[in-house]
T-cell receptor, first 116, second 112 residues
Framework: GAGVSQSPRYKVAKRGQDVALRCDPISGHVSLFWYQQALGQGPEFLTYFQNEAQLDKSGLPSDRFFAERPEGSVSTLKIQRTQQEDSAVYLC??????????????FGDGTRLSIL | KQEVTQIPAALSVPEGENLVLNCSFTDSAIYNLQWFRQDPGKGLTSLLLIQSSQREQTSGRLNASLDKSSGRSTLYIAASQPGDSATYLCAVRNNYGQNFVFGPGTRLSVLP
C-alpha cells in the first residue's frame, strides 16, 4: 500500500482482556518496528523484525506482550491480561532493506488503546 | 544508554517568525538522526533525515543541522505558518541498534 496501515485505530478493552493490534507495512519493507507512546511523551521502542525474524524484543515491558510477523509482512502485537498501564498509542513503523541503516522509518497512524 | 532531550517543551510564536527547535543526545555514536512531525491523534511524519556524516539537510522552509561531536541537532523553521502547529520529535539511531530513540518532543503553536 501507499503507507503503513494499522488497525484498529481505537481499541477499548476491560482490564484482564487480551487484545491484538495489526500492522500492515509498506510493501517491500523488510524492517518493522513497534513503539509505545504514552500521552505527552515520545515513542518508546518495543520490538524489531527483519522479515519474519524478531531480532530485538528488548523493549517489551513484560511477558504479557508478544509480537509476531509470520510471513515477513503483516505483524501483530498481542497483549495478554491487559492492565491499565498498557493504555497508550501503539505505533508501527517500517523501513527499507536491511543493511541500509540510513533509510528513514515510515510510521502508521497508530492504535490508541484504552484499558478500563 | 542513549538519552534524547528536546528544548523547549512548548513554544508559541506569531505567524511569520523564524524559529529554532533544539535536540540533544548523550551518546555521539549515532548512525543518523531523523526529525518528525506529529499532529494530534496521528502518527509520525518524517521531515528530514540526517546521516552521521552529514552536517545539514534542507527541505523547503525546514533546515536541520547536526553536530554529532557535541550531541546536538537543531531544526530551523523559516517564516512559520499556522499549519506548522504540531509536535516536533527528534530521534536518533545508534550505531549498535536498529531502532530509534526518541526525544519527548516540542509542542509548537503558530498563531495567526
Amino acid at each position: 500500500g501507499a503507507g503503513v496501515s494499522q488497525s484498529p485505530r481505537y481499541k477499548v478493552a476491560k482490564r484482564g482482556q487480551d487484545v491484538a493490534l495489526r500492522c500492515d507495512p509498506i510493501s517491500g519493507h523488510v524492517s518493522l518496528f513497534w513503539y509505545q507512546q504514552a500521552l505527552g511523551q515520545g515513542p518508546e521502542f518495543l520490538t524489531y523484525f527483519q522479515n519474519e525474524a524478531q531480532l530485538d524484543k528488548s523493549g517489551l515491558p513484560s511477558d504479557r506482550f508478544f509480537a509476531e510477523r509470520p510471513e515477513g509482512s503483516v505483524s501483530t502485537l498481542k497483549i495478554q491480561r491487559t492492565q491499565q498501564e498498557d493504555s497508550a498509542v501503539y505505533l508501527c513503523a517500517s523501513s527499507l532493506a536491511v543493511g541500509q541503516l540510513g533509510q528513514p522509518q515510515h510510521f502508521g497512524d497508530g492504535t490508541r488503546l484504552s484499558i478500563l | 544508554k542513549q538519552e534524547v532531550t528536546q528544548i523547549p517543551a512548548a513554544l508559541s510564536v506569531p505567524e511569520g517568525e523564524n524559529l529554532v527547535l533544539n535536540c540533544s543526545f548523550t551518546d555521539s555514536a549515532i548512525y543518523n538522526l531523523q526529525w518528525f512531525r506529529q499532529d494530534p491523534g496521528k502518527g509520525l511524519t518524517s521531515l528530514l533525515l540526517i546521516q552521521s556524516s552529514q552536517r545539514e539537510q534542507t527541505s523547503g522552509r525546514l533546515n536541520a543541522s547536526l553536530d554529532k561531536s557535541s550531541g546536538r541537532s537543531t531544526l530551523y523553521i523559516a517564516a512559520s505558518q499556522p499549519g506548522d502547529s504540531a509536535t516536533y520529535l527528534c530521534a536518533v539511531r545508534n550505531n549498535y541498534g536498529q531502532n530509534f530513540v526518541f526525544g519527548p518532543g516540542t509542542r509548537l503553536s503558530v498563531l495567526p
